[in-house]
């Protein structure tokens, strides 16, 4: 059995003041909810207070992006044990990222490595475009960013990670996928890719969540699926309640 996740991307919102605000009107609600992995993402300059927040509780903190070298001149950037002095997941190959900044499977792969060395957890995240996706091109797709953006990596660190199956046409348009239609995705391309780089037994313990328009109305549709394992949120993660209705949806 895979213990469900469900991880708030905030993406670019919140100040340092928001942010601790939010976490005040939520908090105690999530460490209510047991069985289920909760985690919330912030962008950088809120880390260190929403970490402070979140000391003695259940809930992880995540990061949305970090560079794979240690140290040295790549101004604007992140480094992997800057992130783990306050983290433990990272966000990795945000389709936001591939479309807007550059990022390939390969940085991905470079990336995924980097983070697994300090001990970081990475959410990777795949999806079609919705071209790919009318062109029925999204096993292709998500198999290549799998098999690429997880190359050579350890089958036994290979166990932690997240997958986040986010088709790019569901995300942030209210038009979320249907919860048959991604699992359909996840048993038929995910998990087999998954299978082909790590072996089965690997395989079957990543846990791979569904995100595109995930609300507190809809979760129970992408949780009731077998091999969905809880969702990536955007959007709904910037409203307490809504968050919170969803990681409910994911403990049932
Ligand atoms: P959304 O975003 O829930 O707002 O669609 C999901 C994501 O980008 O991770």
Request: hydrophobic share 25%; aromatic share 16%.
């Given at each position: 059995m895979r213990t469900p996740i469900v991880a708030g991307n905030w993406k670019m919102n919140k100040t340092v003041e928001e942010a601790r605000s939010l976490v005040f009107s939520m908090s105690l609600k999530l460490r209510e909810i047991e069985g289920v992995d909760k985690v919330l993402c912030p962008p950088f300059p809120a880390l260190l207070a929403v970490s402070a927040l979140l000391q003695g509780t259940d809930i992880g903190l995540g990061a949305q992006n970090l560079h794979?070298?240690?140290?040295?001149?790549?101004?604007?950037e992140v480094a992997p044990n800057m992130v783990a002095e306050f983290c433990q997941y990272i966000i990795i190959g945000h389709s936001e990222r591939r479309a807007?900044?550059?990022?390939t499977d390969g940085t991905v792969n470079k990336k995924v490595h980097a983070a697994l060395a300090h001990d970081l957890i990475p959410i990777v995240c795949v999806g079609e475009t919705e071209d790919e996706y009318e062109s029925k091109l999204t096993g292709e797709v998500v198999r290549r960013q799998i098999s690429q953006g997880l190359a050579d990596v350890d089958p036994v660190k290979a166990a932690q990670i997240i997958v986040a199956y986010e088709p790019i046409w569901a995300i942030g348009t209210g038009k979320a996928s249907s919860g048959e239609n991604a699992n359909a995705v996840l048993a038929d391309y995910i998990r087999p890719a998954l299978t082909d780089l790590f072996g089965a037994d690997t395989a079957q313990a990543i846990r791979i969540q569904y995100g595109g328009s995930v609300k507190g109305n809809n979760a129970d549709e992408f949780f009731?699926?077998?091999?969905?394992?809880?969702a990536l949120v955007?959007?709904?993660?910037?409203?307490a309640d809504d968050f919170v209705a969803i990681v409910q949806a994911a403990a049932k």
């Open positions: 794979w070298e240690e140290s040295g001149a790549y101004t604007g807007y900044f550059g990022e009731s699926q077998p091999e969905i394992d809880g955007g959007g709904a993660s910037l409203k």
